[in-house]
C-alpha cells in the first residue's frame, strides 16, 4: 500500500536531487573562486610585467646620464699678470650640465602621445623628457627625498598628455658631478591595463562557463549511472512485494551489496520465524488434540468426569499452553537480536531459591564477574533454573554453577555428583519427552526443550560426565 503524504508537510527530495544540487552548488562555487582567483593573477601578472619594463628604462636612462663640467672661467679684464682688478665683481661658476648619450632604444619614446614616456627632474628644476611628450609638460613633480627608499623605486598614478591615466615609477639616484640628486622616471599609458584584464576577465568567463557546463554535464551523467543499482534495487524490492521471488540474488556493487545481504537475512530470518510460529501453531494444536478428545469422549459418553481425569488433562493443556507461550516469546526476543544478561546478576538469586527447595543438597558458584551473554533474562533463568532442578534431584549432596569465557562464546557448566546418564543414553535424553528422573513430577519442561530454546538464540546443550562421576551439563552462548 503507498505510502501517503502528511499532509502540510512537503515530500522528500530525491537522492538524485540532492547529489545534483550539492555537486552543481560545489562546481559553480569552485568557478566563481577560479575566476576571482585567476583574473586577480593576471592583473599582478601585468602589473608586474609592466613594473618590470619601466624598470628596465630606469635602467637605460641611468647609464645613458652624463653630466659635463662647466667650461673654465674667463680672467676679468684689467687683470695683468695674474692679478684681478681692484674693486672688480667676483663672477660665480655656471653649473654643469646634464644630458643623455642615448635614448632609450623603444621607438614608442620618439612617437609622439605613443603612450610610453621618460623624463628626468634636474636638480635647477629644469626637465629632460621624452618626444612622445610633444609640446606637453609633465603636470605633475616628484616627491621630496623622504618618500624615496633606498634600491626600491616609487609608482606613482599621474595625468597623461591627452588626460589619460599612468603609471609611472620614480628613482631618485646621485649621480658624480651634481650635489643634489637628480630623479628619473618612466612610464605608460595605464588603459591598456585595464583593457588587457577586461579582455582576459571575457575570455576567462567564456571559457570557465563552457568548463562548467561539461562538468554539469559530466556530473549529471555520473549522478544517473551511480544511482541505476538502486533502481535495479527497487525493481528487485517490487519484484518481492509481488511475490516474483524470494531473496535478492542478483549483484551489486560493493557500496550496495552490504544492504542487499543484510536484506536477505532479514528475509530468511522472516522466513525462518514464520516457518517456526506455524510449526508451534502446529504442535499446540496437537498437544491440545489429545486432552479435548478425552474430555470429549467422557462428555458424549454421558457419564461423569471424575476429578482426577479434569485436573490432569486441564493442567496437561495448561502446561501446553504456557510452553509454546515461552516459545513464542523466546523466538521474538531472539529475532530481534538486542538481548543481554548479566549472570553475576541472575544465577545468584536463582541458586538461593533452589537451596530453599533442596536444603539437604550444597549449591556452589563461581564464575567470570564481567559476563554477559546474548539471551533474554527470563530464558536463560528458565533454562538454567532446569538445568539445575534436573541436578537437584538426582544428586546426592552437592552441585556447582561455573562459568568462564571461551573467545565469542560463555561456557556454562552445572555438575552433580548424582548417578549420571551412561553415554549411550545421553542423545536420547535430548529428545523431547524424556525426563532425567522418572521418580515425581516434573517440571514439565524436557531437555529437548531446554534445546530449543538455546538453538534460537545460536547456543548449545551437550551433556557429559562430571568431576564427581555424575552429570555435567554445560551450555555454551553467545558473548554479548
Known sequence: MPARDTPGRQPPRSLQQRLWWAAGTLIVLGLVLAAIGLNTLFGNYVEVDMARRMQGHLDD???????????????????????????????????????????????????????????????????LRSRSWWDSIPAFTPPGTQAFRPGTDLRVEP????????????????????????????????????QASASFGRSLVLSLALLGSLLLLAMT???????????????????????????????FPAEV?????????????????LARAQAQAGNLAHALKTPLTVLGNQIQGGQPCPPGLLQDELARMQRQIELHLMRARASASAHQGRSR???DALMPPLLRTLQRLYPP????????????????????????????????????????LGWQIDGPHVLLTIDDDGPGIPPEARAAALQRGTRLDERGAGSGLG??????????????????????????????????
Do not use: K
Request: glycine share 8%; proline share 9%.
Open 61 to 127: 636612462l641611468l647609464g645613458a646620464l652624463v653630466v659635463q663640467p662647466a667650461p673654465a672661467r674667463l680672467p676679468a679684464e684689467g687683470a695683468t699678470n695674474g692679478a684681478s682688478a681692484p674693486d672688480a665683481p667676483e663672477a660665480e661658476d655656471p653649473p654643469p650640465s646634464v644630458t643623455l648619450s642615448r635614448e632609450p632604444a623603444d621607438p614608442l619614446f620618439r612617437r609622439p602621445e605613443s603612450g610610453l614616456y621618460w623624463v628626468i627632474w634636474l636638480p635647477d628644476g629644469t626637465q
Open 159 to 194: 595625468t597623461g598628455p591627452a588626460g589619460e591615466p599612468m603609471r609611472m615609477w620614480l628613482r631618485q639616484v646621485h649621480v658624480p658631478g651634481l650635489d643634489e640628486a637628480v630623479v628619473l622616471g618612466a612610464g605608460g599609458d595605464a588603459t591598456h591595463l585595464a
Open 221 to 251: 551523467l555520473q549522478v544517473r549511472m551511480g544511482l541505476v543499482p538502486l533502481r535495479r534495487l527497487q525493481a528487485a524490492l517490487a519484484g518481492l512485494r509481488r511475490g516474483e521471488r524470494q531473496r535478492l540474488d542478483e549483484p
Open 257 to 273: 551489496q552490504p544492504l542487499v545481504d543484510d536484506l536477505n537475512r532479514v528475509l530468511d530470518d522472516n522466513e525462518a520465524l
Open 341 to 343: 544478561s548479566a549472570l
Open 361 to 400: 543438597i550444597t549449591l556452589t558458584l563461581a564464575g567470570h564477574p564481567e559476563a554477559q551473554v546474548r539471551i533474554e533474562s527470563i530464558d536463560l533463568q528458565e533454562v538454567v533454573g532446569n538445568l539445575l532442578d534436573n541436578a537437584c534431584r538426582s544428586a546426592r549432596s552437592r552441585v556447582t
Open 447 to 480: 531437555l529437548a526443550i531446554v534445546v530449543e530454546l538455546l538453538g534460537l538464540y545460536g547456543g548449545e546443550l551437550s551433556l557429559d560426565t562430571s568431576p564427581w562421576q555424575g552429570l555435567r551439563a554445560q551450555v555454551r552462548l553467545p558473548l554479548a
